[in-house]
């Protein structure tokens, strides 16, 4: 055999690397392509068109699907945020507590309540604390339901977003504070929390992405005209009008709102990135 | 002779197995400057962190201005404003200015006002020379201005005793001075101060005392002349052959001598 100096040689496959390459991206671009193309042509799209964008019936959803719908959906999302925040945060500090049972107490809430679907839950807030508690009344009617509902899930999300934020904060900063003389307690409010919310501010506004998402979950808690938000709206109207089009509408409302914050949280984290180097 | 300023009494602390402190006495007077060195793992760092209970010690008694800071029933928080304490890592609230570092300490701890607090953090700023550096934030700064920082925050308490952990150990070299000409004139000052450090310069001519430990345990106390210049002990000898000459160093192979080589 000619080839004796080595023994051993890579399989060649007769292609440069630039060669390579080449073929590489033109398959993508090619399946891409074809895929346009095969859903372009086998969609009707005069019947898409009448299903789903009709200007005249989209003009008749204004001016309640914002003075209404997007107005109550903002609610309902805000509420249950500072709601879970508030929830979170306590949860978090039980989670780090020195005493055991608030340890296990917090533990036992986040696993329930991470491990149930939100409808459950709303369920539960809407129908079964009010029968087995005829004489509670929730503040602020459906808007208090909805808060404590869509709060009670975010808790458990944001309780251990909080407690990796006060984590992650160098524990130097703790001995630091105490031997300055601040106590445990002072020393967690005026010095780690602060920075603890600096680092967790981006996990913290995805939850709030997802709690918009989520406050269409009110629809299962039977809701006033006045009290509808996006999603019981597009749907209410679909079924008046026999058409998609208001569930487009309602569709693009949520996205108005839901990438800008995704946006505003990317940039958050590109800073934080060069924050740390 | 007055009662010291600290006092240390038969200190023993263990992690887990490993006895870190085996029995430590240690006196210092008032406005005394007290130099501990020692190979890493000998100690030194655990025996300053235990004289303001950041570290609590397994055994052993520790008095701080009469005070007992061991008792169980001391108000430790109140006990640790007067001893002012520098980290090796500066520890700086990084969310904090410079200026806000020094007063939100006093204010919510002294329950200074705001204009009180304003006026001795720049007192103090101005006395380790960084009183234009009021309004930057930590980052910007560089880490032997971090440091003088970090001991102008400490001063701004009004302690009447410091310690600093290695406080020039994360320093770049050419900035080591700014700090250690900080740390002098505090000892000028009468401050009674007990620095942990392996500045041997700094030792050799600003302290009173200069303490060797080894193995959890101190080998060696006197002057400096007498404990760098003339080491009694040969475990002195060798750790400051090593640290004078590095590269003199040879392979250590008779350490069983050295009981600190159990924590490396």
Redesign the interface.
């Known amino acids: 055999m000619a080839d004796t100096d080595t023994g051993v040689q890579p399989k060649r496959t007769g292609l440069t690397r630039t060669r390579r390459r080449r073929l590489s991206r033109g398959a993508q671009y090619a399946v891409l392509a074809a895929a346009v193309i095969a859903f372009a042509l086998t969609a009707d799209w005069g019947r898409l068109q009448n299903q789903f964008a009709q200007p005249g019936i989209a003009r008749q959803l204004f001016p309640d699907l914002i003075t209404v719908a997007l107005k109550n959906t903002v609610l309902y999302t805000l509420s249950g945020f500072v709601v879970g925040l508030a929830l979170g945060m306590v949860i978090a500090l039980m989670r780090l507590s020195s005493v055991g049972p608030y340890r296990w107490l917090a533990g036992i809430y986040i696993e329930i309540f991470r491990g149930l679907p939100a409808l459950l839950i709303f369920i539960f807030v809407g129908v079964g604390v009010p029968l087995a508690f005829p004489e509670v009344q929730y503040p602020g009617g459906t808007y208090g339901k909805v808060a404590v509902a869509l709060g009670l899930v975010s808790a458990a999300y944001m309780a251990e977003t909080i407690r990796a934020g006060i984590q992650a904060v ?1 524990k ?2 703790t ?9 445990p307690a ?1 020393a967690m409010v ?2 780690i929390l ?2 603890a919310f ?1 680092i967790i501010l981006p996990p913290l506004t995805n939850e709030l992405v997802l709690l918009f998402k989520d406050s269409s979950l009110v629809l299962f808690l039977g809701v006033t005209l006045e009290q509808r938000e996006l999603s019981k709206f597009g749907n209410d109207l679909a079924s008046q009008t026999a058409n998609s089009t208001p569930i487009l509408v309602a569709g693009l409302c949520y996205l108005l709102i839901t990438v800008p914050l995704s946006l505003v949280v990317r940039r958050m984290e590109t800073k934080a990135l060069k ?1 740390i180097r | 002779m007055t009662t010291p300023e600290i006092r240390v009494q038969g200190l023993r602390k263990s992690f887990g197995d490993n006895q870190v402190l085996r029995g430590i006495d240690l006196e210092i007077g008032q406005g005394e400057v007290v130099c501990v060195i020692g190979p890493s793992g000998s100690g030194k760092s655990t025996l300053l962190r235990c004289v ?1 209970l ?1 570290e609590e010690p397994t055994e052993g008694r520790v008095f701080v201005g009469g005070t007992e800071i061991t008792d169980p029933d001391v108000d430790i ?2 006990a ?2 007067r ?3 520098v ?1 090796q ?1 500066f ?5 904090l200015s410079v200026t806000e570092n020094l007063t ?2 006093q204010r ?3 329950g200074r006002d705001k204009a009180q607090a304003a006026r001795v953090a720049a007192e103090n700023l101005a006395r380790v020379g960084l009183a234009e550096k009021a309004d930057a934030f930590p ?1 910007a700064l560089s880490g032997g201005q971090q440091q003088r920082v ?1 001991i102008a ?2 001063l701004a ?1 009004g302690p009447e005793v410091m310690l600093f952990d290695e406080p020039t150990s994360a320093l770049d070299p050419e900035l080591v001075g700014d700090v250690l000409a900080v740390m002098r004139g505090l000892a000028r000052e009468g401050m009674t101060m007990m620095v942990v450090t392996h500045e041997m310069t700094f030792a050799r001519e600003v302290a009173d005392r200069v303490v060797f430990m080894d193995g959890g345990v101190i080998v060696e106390d006197g002057r400096p002349e007498q404990v760098i210049g003339a080491p009694r002990h040969a475990r002195t000898r060798h750790f400051l052959s090593r640290l004078l000459d590095p590269a003199m160093a040879e392979v250590e192979e008779g350490i069983a001598d050295r009981p600190g080589t159990d924590r490396a």
């Open positions: 160098p130097g900063q001995e630091a504070a105490r031997s300055l003389g601040f106590s002072r005026s010095i602060p920075q600096r924050e | 303001n950041l928080d109140a640790r404003r001893i002012g304490m980290f890592q520890n700086l609230f990084p969310h939100l300490p919510r701890v002294l980052s970090a925050r400490a308490m």
